[in-house]
Structures are given as C-alpha cells and as structure tokens.
C-alpha cells in the first residue's frame, strides 16, 4: 500500500512540475511573439540551361549567352531587437545578394527593410525597418545561466 502511495505522490509531482515548465515556454513564447517577423527576400540568379553546352566557361568567360535569368525568393524569420531604429537580426543566407527585402510584422503589416550589417561566416545580418510601433525581443543574460539550464530560440520560419 505505501508503494502506491509514493507512486501516486511522485507521478503527481512529476505532472504538476511538467505543467509548470510547460506554462514557462508557453508564456515566453506569448509575450516573444510579437518581435518575431517574417523576411521575405528577392534576387535576380543566373542559371545554366543545360541544354547548351558553353566551352569558354572554366577560362574565365562568365558572359554565357545561354544563361537564363530568374527571380527567386528567400525565406526566413528574424527578431526585432531595436523597436527605436527597426533593427532586427537574421541569417545572412536569408538576405545574402537581395534585390529586395520585404518585411511582415507579426500583426501582417509589410514593409521594406534594407541591410544594415552582414556575417557571412557566422550567418547573421542586422536589416531595418522604418515603422512605428514595435515591439522588440527581451534578451536573457547569457551571464546568469548554468550549464544544463535550458535556454529558448525563437523565430518563426514561414
């Protein structure tokens, strides 16, 4: 009978604790929302027909005539993390040779972004925006953490 008992005690111990680190994620993520943003960027690429063989192209002649054009689109998501200039931090590869940066705020309002800063070896890039109310991420401190602790990333691809 105390077997059960300690049983019954522990599972509700482990559930009520499970709820409660749930509810931690859930409400980082609820108050966060809102400096998540959707990035949307175009360029124009060049890409080989292959039906057409170019044999001039590995001594350095790039001006193929058989090369088509074509515009593509990135997706990605960044955080807003200045709302005062409209800073907000992607990946490079997200915004790496646009032509266009379009950006969509989490209450679907776009606007155009231009690039700020770029890091390809690390894959991050500062855009910004020109728009009122915004609403920007709130950082932990990385200082006041402890290895094992567990940390939250968000972003909202597509």
């Known amino acids: 009978?105390?077997?059960?008992?300690?049983?019954?005690?522990?599972i509700?111990?482990?559930?009520?604790?499970?709820?409660?680190?749930?509810?931690?994620?859930?409400?980082?993520?609820?108050?966060?929302?809102?400096?998540?943003?959707?990035?949307?960027s175009e360029k124009?690429?060049?890409?080989?027909?292959?039906?057409?063989?170019?044999?001039?192209e590995d001594f350095g002649f790039d001006d193929n005539p058989n090369q088509q054009k074509r515009k593509s689109k990135s997706?990605?998501?960044?955080?807003?993390?200045?709302?005062?200039?409209?800073?907000?931090?992607?990946n490079n590869h997200v915004v790496e040779g646009a032509e266009?940066?379009?950006?969509?705020?989490?209450?679907?309002?776009?606007?155009?972004?231009?690039?700020?800063?770029?890091?390809p070896l690390s894959d991050i890039a500062i855009i910004k925006i020109t728009i009122d109310n915004l609403q920007e991420a709130s950082p932990g401190n990385s200082e006041n953490l402890q290895i094992g602790e567990w940390v939250i990333a968000i972003g909202s691809p597509f």
């Open 1 to 10: 009978m105390n077997f059960f008992i300690t049983l019954f005690l522990s």
């Open 12 to 40: 509700s111990f482990v559930f009520s604790n499970y709820n409660q680190f749930n509810q931690a994620f859930i409400n980082v993520s609820k108050d966060q929302s809102s400096s998540i943003v959707s990035i949307i």
């Open 44 to 56: 124009t690429e060049k890409i080989k027909n292959m039906f057409f063989f170019n044999p001039f």
């Open 75 to 90: 997706l990605g998501s960044g955080v807003i993390i200045d709302k005062d200039n409209g800073y907000i931090i992607t």
């Open 100 to 119: 266009e940066i379009k950006v969509v705020l989490f209450d679907k309002r776009e606007v155009k972004a231009d690039i700020i800063a770029t890091d």
